[in-house]
């Protein structure tokens, strides 16, 4: 009954829902109390309820009883102040739900995950050491310098778990280890997608570098700088903007963006921490680009690729190989089967 307990208040919270909102979304209809009697383990609902619980929250019914459980602690939020309790919870509880969906698909495919790479840290003393730090995992993810095409399937294919959500605009992104073995980065992905590039490896670095000396603030400084490397490495931004500029203009930021999916506002951070501009000049710009709207919404925005399919890959290999059922998959892909059964047509 307490496995049930918390999976209902764990669906509550995944729609951001209050008791009342709950309550008031039911048909049969219960109280306020009984949602908190079901919550607490107090009392346990009967098959119609459970229904009408289930058509409330979005779920499938055996979402309630599912056994796998995923640990999310430890957690690095952007901008955490400016995000309601509420939607922190919404949050934590989708993306443990697609977890766990996740996980039980890899397992019913027998896939294993060797992220044993990502578990050794890079101890940051200084600014200066990211820059080689991020120069050594594109090394050794044999990127060279070159543009990342799609930054999220990059991530999926080096063993992090991406969790796309639609979310409240206070929030960017979180990243954690859930199971202290699991790597796991949460994306808002509804903003322009060289903001979502620059995120996803913004929160990688929070699970790569080792960032334990240094206040909130400089953790977020640091991984943005890093975030800003693992787009365009060092040696091809000096390339593309050249030494000691007196002023660049947003054009020529607008093709580098074009090229390597990193923001003009991004490069101009980046031409200041590499020396190439003043930071009186950088002051100015920013100013300008602030005026301009550009801090939020750029003048253009960067046209490609950014989604990671992994998980539908995995979902439709299963199916296909009869490894799984229709319902079952329908169930993975939180889906009511008549819905799952128009994904897979989509392209019959």
Same mark, same amino acid.
Do not use: E, K
């Given at each position: 009954m307490q496995e049930f307990a918390?999976?209902?208040r764990s669906a509550r919270r995944m729609r951001g829902m209050s008791m009342q909102a709950l309550v008031d979304k039911m048909t049969p209809g219960v109280s306020k109390q009984a949602i908190h009697k079901y919550e607490s383990g107090k009392?346990?609902?009967?098959?119609?309820? *459970?229904?009408? *619980?289930?058509?409330? *929250?979005?779920?499938r019914s055996e979402y309630f009883f599912r056994q796998d459980e995923c640990v999310i602690e430890n957690i690095s939020f952007r901008k955490l102040q400016r995000l309601p309790k509420r939607e922190q919870n919404k949050i934590i509880e989708l993306s443990r739900d697609f977890l766990e969906r996740y996980l039980e698909l890899e397992k019913l495919l027998e896939i294993e995950n060797d992220v044993s790479e990502l578990k050794e840290k890079y101890v940051v003393n200084n600014r200066d050491q990211i820059e080689g730090y991020s120069m050594a995992i594109r090394e050794r993810w044999k990127l060279g310098n070159d543009p990342i095409y799609n930054v999220m399937e990059l991530l999926e294919d080096m063993g992090v778990k991406i969790i796309e959500l639609k979310a409240d605009n206070g929030f960017s992104g979180m990243s954690t280890w859930v199971n202290d073995s699991i790597p796991l980065i949460a994306l808002n992905t509804d903003v322009p997608h060289d903001r979502l590039r620059f995120t996803a490896l913004h929160e990688l670095g929070h699970l790569v570098l080792d960032l334990s000396d240094f206040s909130d603030k400089e953790r977020e400084g640091h991984c943005n700088a890093f975030a800003g490397s693992m787009l365009m490495p060092e040696v091809k931004f000096r390339s593309e903007i050249g030494e000691n500029r007196h002023r660049i203009l947003p054009l020529e930021l607008m093709y580098i963006k074009r090229q390597y999916g990193i923001s003009m506002g991004a490069q101009l951070f980046r031409a200041r921490d590499l020396g190439l501009i003043t930071q009186s000049y950088f002051s100015s710009s920013w100013k300008f680009y602030s005026k301009m709207g550009w801090k939020n919404h750029e003048p253009e925005e960067y046209k490609g690729e950014e989604k990671s399919n992994r998980f539908d890959q995995l979902l439709l290999r299963a199916y296909a190989e009869e490894i799984i059922t229709s319902s079952k998959a329908a169930s993975l892909k939180n889906l009511r089967l008549a819905e799952f059964r128009d994904f897979v047509s989509a392209f019959a």
């Open positions: 918390r999976r209902l009392m346990h609902p009967d098959s119609q309820i *459970l229904i009408a *619980l289930s058509n409330a *929250l979005g779920v």
